[in-house]
């Protein structure tokens, strides 16, 4: 997996590249791609008009070979926060789509074998 890290509104510290690196590639276990994985990751403040404080966005962009992409936003008010919960959410969008493709196949071939079941053999010969 490919892992490109933009910031925006604030500097990205060494610490906090390998903090994101280091999540965001927990994620390639639930991808079974066999080709190459880019993953895009911004992170950043999203204004500077909060007074009370710094709201925080993270952002995925999971593009996999075959045009199948993934894309995850979240906005929290502590930076780590913001990238746990897009992680998160991340891997839920993932195994779900997995699951759902598993659940169209199995479907698809319940209906083959009901159409099978139909057909009488015995009757052509």
Known sequence: ?????RSKNF???P???EYVSK???SLEKFLDV??????EVEIGRT???????????????IAQPGGKQIYVVAEEVDLYTAIDVVRDEAERAIVSRKNKYK???????????????????RKRQ
Do not use: P, Q, Y
């Open 11 to 13: 500097d990205l510290t």
């Open 47 to 61: 204004t500077k008009h909060h007074n009370s404080g710094d709201i925080f966005k993270a952002e995925i962009n």
């Open 103 to 121: 659940t169209l196949f199995r479907k698809g071939a319940s209906r083959v074998k009901d159409l099978l079941k139909r057909l009488d053999f």
């Open 34 to 39: 066999k080709g190459e994985v880019l993953c």
């Open 1 to 5: 997996m490919k892992i490109k890290i």
């Open 23 to 25: 999540k965001i590639s």
């Open 15 to 17: 610490a906090i590249d």
